[in-house]
């Protein structure tokens, strides 16, 4: 593996931030964790909360389009980038896809008129272009491509994530700890699954979600001059898996008694450590996501459960800390810019505080 920190710089020492502070058991525990994440819809780049993490994780890159492939970008040092050319769908054969105006909205979906017309950006739905594309199912590429084992799976597919998510089952029961999804909250494409339909679907499955990135707009009737509320057209939205319920999961699958399993974490079975691995890839991405609480939670759950001792899991514990305290000081610099800024360290923070304040 390549030497570098977490901010991307070269260094002598694997994950060493400045030289009176190596993290030994965060690198240590990050490599053993052996992240795959899938992004699907690759056009634009790899995943920004990633990169940090490049030196630890296998990228796979899933894109259709030949000139968005042909456009793709892996600079940062990925442990293994692999580029799958195909769309992924519930069947399997050629379909059409509709290539539009801005290319990132491009999809196997028409654009749906009645409701593209709404808002300002109509023209960048308007069909410049049909391809022919391969279509499998996300199951049958993991097996094809060599990513069954896939813990954290992106889409931005414009309209057919919910049809993704039904076509690897397998991966969503065995594999997925988190999954970053594209929703609406309006059909901007024809028979288009909104957000509701992608939430129960993902909650049905074990995952909760953890972030809601909006995007608002206004209009496109607008008054330029004259203020006006935005409304929620679509999201970001990140859902990760609890450590207690992985734990659970892995239990029912291996068929092990729930009074056994405190007993068998150091012995070799399968069960115990496919579930230590899962829990330290859930640890990656949350401080991939920067849920500083989660992550600690999530070491504290491994110290209970006895996959690691009390004197690793502390050490872990302090050696977030240590990479907490590090972002912490960069998220504040960025912060003092904008307005609001006292209330980032609120318990409870609410969008609406800050919104819409004037000076």
């Not at 009176?20 to 240590?28: F, G, I, T, W």
């Not at 709404?118 to 023209?123: G, I, K, N, V």
Request: proline share 4%; with cysteine; net charge positive.
């Amino acid at each position: 593996m390549k030497s570098h920190n977490l901010y991307g710089l070269k260094n002598e020492g694997l994950l060493k931030f400045w030289k009176k502070e190596p993290l030994p058991q965060l690198s240590a525990a990050l490599k053993e964790a052996r992240v795959k994440v899938v992004d699907v819809g690759a056009r634009g780049g790899a995943i920004k909360e990633l990169i940090r993490f490049a030196p630890f994780i296998h990228y796979v890159a899933i894109e259709p389009e030949q000139k968005a492939r042909n456009q793709l970008k892996f600079e940062a040092p990925w442990q293994n980038v692999t580029t799958v050319p195909y769309a992924l769908g519930l069947a399997e054969g050629k379909h059409t896809l509709h290539v539009t105006k801005q290319p990132g909205m491009s999809s196997l979906l028409s654009p749906n008129p009645s409701v593209v017309e709404r808002y300002p950006s109509a023209d960048a739905f308007q069909v410049v272009d049909r391809q022919e594309v391969d279509l499998m199912t996300l199951d049958k590429a993991a097996d094809q491509f060599g990513f069954r084992d896939t813990c954290f799976l992106k889409l931005d597919t414009q309209g057919t994530e919910l049809d993704i998510l039904k076509s690897g089952h397998r991966m969503l029961k065995n594999f997925l700890i988190g999954i970053a999804v594209e929703v609406s909250f309006q059909e901007f494409y024809q028979s288009q699954p909104l957000f509701s339909e992608v939430d129960k679907f993902l909650r049905d499955n074990g995952f909760r979600i953890f972030e809601l990135d909006r995007a608002l707009s206004r209009r496109r009737n607008l008054s330029a001059t004259l203020f006006s509320k935005r409304e929620i057209i679509w999201a970001h939205a990140l859902y990760l898996r609890e450590p207690a319920e992985i734990i659970d999961s892995s239990y029912n699958q291996g068929n092990c008694s729930t009074e056994s399993r405190h007993n068998n974490w150091h012995k070799d079975n399968p069960e115990a450590n496919g579930c230590k691995t899962k829990l330290l890839q859930l640890l990656l991405l949350a401080l991939a996501y920067e849920y500083i609480d989660f992550s600690q939670e999530i070491i504290r759950v491994m110290i209970q459960a006895k996959m690691v001792t009390a004197e690793a899991g502390e050490q872990l514990l302090l050696e977030v800390q240590s990479y907490a305290r590090r972002r912490t000081f960069k998220v504040w610099l960025k912060l003092k810019k904008f307005p609001g800024k006292g209330k980032t360290f609120d318990i409870v923070h609410k969008d609406r505080k800050l919104r819409f304040r004037i000076k």
